[in-house]
């Protein structure tokens, strides 16, 4: 019963309105972009959620590997002088 | 990997779950922990989409444009429901189309409540108010859930809830409120669809057998027991409004206990509708096999479109 090839799998990202970023919803299985951008719009934004659709097919996304996010994400740990609270002011010196 | 590595691994996991961590897709999870979301979250997608079904049965027949298009966009829900779910199962390696041959093989499960019939309009004002608010019980537990895309797919199952609630208790009000022969249609919705609406959240604690896992590792975070007592807490009151009584005659107020006593459920019903032998059990697979068969050629002729779309553009870039 099952059919030879299935349909490719796509992530989709959403900006519910103007100003905002997309951001990553879910997945869909469509057989092009454009079908997936439509399934898009029928799965995901049936009450207004979205102003703009994204979607990319899956295998196309690198990620980082979370078995690797200590050498990846440690190294900015470290940095406390990457923050203004790092820097000792005296009161007196105001709007910095 | 060795036994101890593993024992470690599962230690840190279990830390960073007690640490309310959620679970991301690449995450390390223990094999178990990856099988049962798989095995949970892909019932939980079949329920929406064979939940389909007997609504679907009244869409043709629905006794105004108003509560047609409600139940329309209800029913089209739904299928949005499951396709979030599915999308989550996939988070986890699961394939979708292995997940639809399941549930097509008779291999996995899906809510037995919906293997009930929907034998009057008053059925769906029943489903409505009983069958997704016992969902909602359920799912708004679930949004708290450990694993991060189950979560975030309750979340937004949950705000889509309400609404189907809400019309499927207008539909028990307009009823109750109206002739003699509707109140008695609404009463005996209810009288058929309250015990089956019991069931929804499983055997009781003592029979449950995935429930203490389940817990440690926060996919669930209330009982099956705990979560139909709060279900009779809120309805009860709900039914007593529309002027209709639960079918249960050891039904009354514990003001001792803060709750409502109930009558013994028939688990012999629930074993034999879980097991294949409900009124619809038949009727629903069948349905969906056909809908799956019937489909085929599309699904088929739509990819090989795709194909032919691209092979062009390909062409197109090339000549030019
Ligand atoms: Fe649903
Ligand atoms: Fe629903």
Redesign the interface.
């Known amino acids: 019963m099952s059919d030879k090839k299935n349909w490719p799998l796509y992530e989709v990202f959403i900006r519910s309105k103007n100003g905002l970023n997309h951001r990553h919803v879910g997945s869909l299985h469509a057989t092009d972009e454009e079908m997936a951008l439509e399934n898009a719009r029928d799965v995901y934004t049936r009450r207004s959620e979205g102003v703009s659709i994204w979607v990319v097919e899956s295998r196309h996304i690198f990620a980082s590997n979370p078995d690797e996010a200590g050498e990846l994400f440690e190294p900015a740990q470290d940095k406390v002088y990457r923050h203004p609270t790092f820097y000792e002011l005296p009161d007196e010196v105001k709007h910095i | 990997m060795s036994d101890q590595q593993i024992l470690n691994l599962e230690e840190r996991f279990q830390q960073r779950i007690d640490a309310e961590i959620k679970v ?1 897709p ?3 999870m223990p094999e178990k922990y990856r099988k049962t979301l798989i095995r949970q979250i892909s019932q939980h997608a079949h329920s929406e989409i064979v939940g389909m079904l007997p609504e679907g049965n009244w869409i043709s027949r629905a006794p105004s444009l108003r509560r047609k298009v409600a139940l329309l ?1 209800k029913v ?2 739904e299928a ?1 429901h499951g ?2 779910l599915y ?2 199962a ?2 986890l390696g699961a ?3 292995q997940l639809t ?1 399941d549930l ?1 093989d008779g291999k996995a499960k899906y809510s037995s409540i919906f293997n009930y019939p929907t034998l009057s309009w008053a059925d769906i004002g029943a489903i409505g108010w009983l069958v997704d608010g016992a969902a909602i019980m359920n799912q708004v537990m679930l949004t708290r859930n450990s694993y991060g ?1 189950y979560a ?2 309750m979340v ?1 199952i949950c705000k ?1 809830e309400s609404f189907h609630q809400r019309q499927g208790y207008e539909i028990m009000l307009t009823l109750a409120k109206g002739t003699e022969e509707q109140k008695a249609m609404a009463q005996d919705a209810l009288n058929r669809w309250w015990w089956p609406s019991l069931m929804m959240f499983g055997p009781s604690d003592a029979e449950s057998t995935h429930s203490a896992q389940s817990m440690k590792w926060k996919i669930k975070r209330k009982s099956n027991d705990e979560l139909r007592q709060q279900f009779v807490d809120v309805t009860i009151p709900q039914a007593d409004f529309l002027g209709l009584s639960v079918p249960d005659k050891d039904l009354k107020w514990n003001e001792e206990s803060g709750h409502y006593d109930f009558g013994p459920i028939d688990w012999d019903e629930f074993w034999r509708v879980v097991k294949g032998n409900g009124p619809c059990n038949r009727d629903r697979i069948k349905a969906r096999r056909k809908a ?2 019937e489909g ?1 050629w599309v ?2 002729a ?2 090989a ?2 194909e032919k ?2 092979e062009r553009k390909a062409k197109l870039a090339k000549s030019a």
């Open positions: 991301e690449k995450d390390w966009a089209q829900d949005g396709l979030y999308s989550a996939e988070t394939e979708r189309d041959r097509l895309p975030r797919a937004k889509e799956y068969d085929k699904r088929e739509a990819m479109h795709a779309k691209k």
